[in-house]
Structures are given as C-alpha cells and as structure tokens.
C-alpha cells in the first residue's frame, strides 16, 4: 500500500521560506510522478508543481509560484521537496503531496500540511 507522509509546514512571515517534504512508501519511487496541490477553505484544490518520473528531468509551475518554488526529487530517499521563498499571504493553504504512477490511473495523496503566511 502506497502511503505518502507530509512534513515541513508551519507559519511564516511574509517574504519568509518554507521547505515541503514528502516521502513515499510501499513502492519503487521512482516510478511515480510527484507533484504538490493546495487548497483555501472552500475552494477546489489546486496544482503548485510537480516533476517527473525517474531523474525529474521535467517539471511544471503554476504561474503564481514561478521564480519563487522549486520542486525537486531525492530518489535514494523516496522523498519530493518544495522550496518555498518570498512566500506572501496568498500562498497560505494547506499543501498536499501527490503521486501517479505512470501509466497507471491510481493515484495517491498525503494528509496534507497547513502552511500559513502571515505577520
């Protein structure tokens, strides 16, 4: 069973930094695509970023987080990080992990972390 388990949310101040990790279980990592989604009170939950498979030679930004979050993949971890600088008020959400395996429709999320940013 495939299990993702989320770390490194908080509070922040405006124009602070914020670092995401995710680990993956229960099954080679390196076959999933990883990504990080997030979502307000009442709203639909959103795409951030994500990379691909085996050496995450391809990634993708949501246009509001370009330049400022980098997403990256540690395959001898089984982990995927969000770097997250110059945060402002309208990054506060909570954050979830995802993963896909490729070429397959199963696909998995962690329990979600809460970042806040806020003076």
């Known amino acids: 069973q495939v299990q993702l388990v989320e770390s490194g949310g908080g509070l922040v101040q405006p124009g602070g930094s914020l670092r995401l990790s995710c680990e993956l279980s229960?099954?080679?990592?390196?076959?999933?695509?990883m990504g990080w989604y997030r979502q307000d009170p009442g709203e639909q939950r959103q795409p951030v970023a994500s990379?691909?498979?085996?050496?995450?030679?391809?990634?993708f930004y949501a246009d509001s987080v370009k330049g400022r979050f980098t997403i990256s993949r540690d395959n001898a971890k089984n982990t995927v990080s969000l770097q997250m600088n110059s945060l402002t008020p309208e990054d506060t959400a909570v954050y979830y992990c995802?993963?896909?395996?490729?070429?397959?429709?199963?696909?998995?999320w962690g329990q979600g972390t809460q970042v806040t940013v806020s003076s």
């Open positions: 995802h993963a896909i395996r490729v070429g397959e429709r199963t696909d998995y």
């Open positions: 229960g099954d080679m990592f390196i076959l999933y695509a």
């Open positions: 990379i691909s498979n085996l050496r995450g030679e391809t990634t």
